[in-house]
């Protein structure tokens, strides 16, 4: 009788500590082999290839990321309505009062938002989503430690102009198209 009240209790506080909602992490591993997404691992290692047009902060910065993980969704005729409940689940994912809103920007059907995990000043994940109800949506998750999110949109701004080596990493042309 006694081991059966303490599998009981086992049992109980089992089904108590799980949290039904997804996280981000569930949602990748998810998808990752979903033939519908397109999907990507980006190694530290890649970014921090001869960088040499870079100043000390964007380098400094660069140090900071562990990883980065993409996760696309292309639209198609035939998968429109998983589109809309895979972005709608997305969605729904950072809406949780984990994830905190760094940046919202858009309009009409195309928008993008940053979040982020951890301290304002000590970011350890920066999540990028961004939608366009022509093209699809992505997902990008920036691993690293401490990561400060100012010097990482001066950081984007010169990936943007073309500063930062990105020889290695998977051609994105028509990434949604």
């Known amino acids: 009788m006694k081991k059966v009240l303490i599998i009981m209790v086992l049992l109980s506080l089992g089904v108590v500590s799980c949290d039904n909602e997804t996280t981000l992490q569930e949602f990748y591993v998810e998808h990752q082999n979903d033939n519908q997404y397109l999907a990507f691992d980006i190694p530290a290692s890649l ?13 400094a910065t660069l140090e900071t990321i562990k990883k980065v993980n ?16 895979e972005k709608e689940r997305l969605t729904s994912i950072l809406k949780a009062d984990k994830y905190k809103q760094l940046m919202r920007y858009g309009g009409g059907n195309r928008k993008a938002e940053l979040y982020y995990l951890g301290e304002e000043d000590a970011i350890d994940e920066l999540i990028v989503f961004g939608s366009d109800d022509e093209k699809g949506f ?9 990561m400060d999110p100012e010097a990482m949109i001066r950081l984007l701004k010169s990936f943007e102009k073309g500063d930062l ?3 290695g990493l998977p051609d994105l042309d028509g990434f949604l198209d």
Do not use: M
Request: without cysteine; negative net charge.
């Open 70 to 85: 993409v996760l696309g969704f292309p639209l198609k005729e035939e998968n429109k309505e998983a589109y809309e409940t």
């Open 47 to 59: 970014l921090t290839g001869d960088n040499s047009a870079l100043n000390a902060e964007q380098k």
């Open 138 to 146: 992505g997902i990008a998750r920036v691993t690293g430690n401490d």
């Open 165 to 167: 080596n990105v020889a």
